[in-house]
């Protein structure tokens, strides 16, 4: 074999060898976005080792109102079971005008049921205690013990979208109004969302949320008024050393329906770091 024949043959075998070689290792991509929704309850549980600490502020422009959230989550010992907190403050309207202080505690139980971060199909039904821990008289909190049932649900529809799905209600069997009468409420919520994974760091999301809210009007009555939000937002992550991850968020619910008229801004701030060192076992 001489000349052209023999030069197309080391370009064949250069080409093939090239083509049967190893690609080098790609880079890992950053932890993604999962667990960082806004007013709708997503269903994975804390890895272990990890704890998050979440903020979240709403404020109405009509009313002036607003409220505070802080919730720190906690995974016991591992994804199973998850224990949390949310402490509340709030700016409340009232008849003498308006009131801020601190509002009921709730302490939080979520058992990972189905799945986990990495399946398609997650639940997660959670059961919270309610603590009277906010003044009534100053309408600030329910005036009893209460209890909260949530079933979040997720679904992974494809590489680009997730979507969630809440069903819920919270039980107050003695709570009390301003003038101390007391009254049983029972008020169910819906809530659902999709959210567009744009890429690992940073997603759109649209949330729809539905209740009914109940508050005592005299004894052994109460007032009905249902909330129907559509709420747009955006949410950013950075990654840092040592496996941090801060998440900012903002959105917008919108009242629609029963709800016209309601326009607020949502703000959201989650810290989520291991504090522990993790193992390969």
């Known amino acids: 074999m001489r000349g052209p024949g023999l030069i197309l043959t080391l370009?064949?075998?250069?080409?093939?060898?090239?083509?049967?070689?190893?690609?080098?290792?790609?880079?890992?991509?950053?932890?993604?976005?999962?667990?960082?929704?806004?007013?709708?309850?997503?269903?994975?549980?804390?890895?272990?080792?990890?704890?998050?600490?979440?903020?979240?502020?709403v404020r109405d422009f009509r009313t002036g109102t607003w409220v505070y959230s802080f919730t720190q989550e906690w995974p016991v010992p591992s994804m199973a079971h998850q224990l949390s907190y949310t402490l509340t403050a709030a700016r409340v309207l009232r008849q003498r005008g308006q009131d801020v202080g601190l509002g009921d505690l709730e302490l939080n139980y979520r058992y990972q049921l189905v799945?986990?971060?990495?399946?398609?199909?997650?639940?997660?039904?959670?059961?919270?205690?309610?603590?009277?821990?906010?003044?009534?008289?100053?309408?600030?909190?329910?005036?009893?013990?209460?209890?909260?049932?949530?079933?979040?649900?997720?679904?992974?529809?494809?590489?680009?979208?997730?979507?969630?799905?809440?069903?819920?209600?919270?039980?107050?069997?003695?709570?009390?109004?301003?003038?101390?009468?007391?009254?049983?409420?029972?008020?169910?919520?819906?809530?659902?969302?999709?959210v567009w994974l744009a890429s690992p760091t940073w997603n759109?999301?649209?949330?729809?949320?539905?209740?009914?809210?109940?508050?005592?009007?005299?004894?052994?009555?109460?007032?009905?008024?249902?909330?129907?939000?559509?709420n747009p937002g955006v949410r950013v992550a950075w990654n840092l050393r040592g496996g941090l991850q801060i998440v900012g968020g903002l959105s917008a619910p919108l009242g629609v329906g029963p709800s016209r008229g309601s326009r607020s801004i949502l703000l959201y701030l989650s810290v989520e770091h291991p504090f522990r060192k993790r193992t390969n076992d």
Request: with cysteine; hydrophobic share 45%; aromatic share 8%.
């Open 11 to 57: 370009f064949a075998c250069a080409f093939f060898a090239q083509g049967q070689a190893p690609a080098p290792p790609s880079a890992p991509e950053p932890p993604g976005i999962q667990d960082n929704s806004f007013l709708v309850e997503e269903a994975y549980n804390q890895d272990p080792g990890v704890v998050q600490h979440i903020q979240q502020f």
């Open 115 to 194: 799945g986990n971060g990495e399946a398609e199909v997650a639940m997660a039904p959670r059961l919270s205690l309610i603590l009277p821990t906010g003044n009534f008289r100053r309408e600030l909190g329910l005036g009893a013990v209460g209890f909260q049932s949530q079933i979040p649900i997720s679904l992974v529809l494809s590489r680009w979208f997730a979507a969630h799905g809440n069903v819920g209600v919270t039980w107050v069997p003695s709570a009390r109004d301003a003038e101390g009468d007391r009254a049983r409420l029972l008020a169910p919520n819906l809530g659902a969302s999709l």
């Open 204 to 230: 759109l999301l649209c949330e729809t949320v539905w209740a009914r809210n109940e508050a005592v009007t005299g004894p052994g009555r109460i007032g009905k008024q249902t909330l129907f939000l559509v």
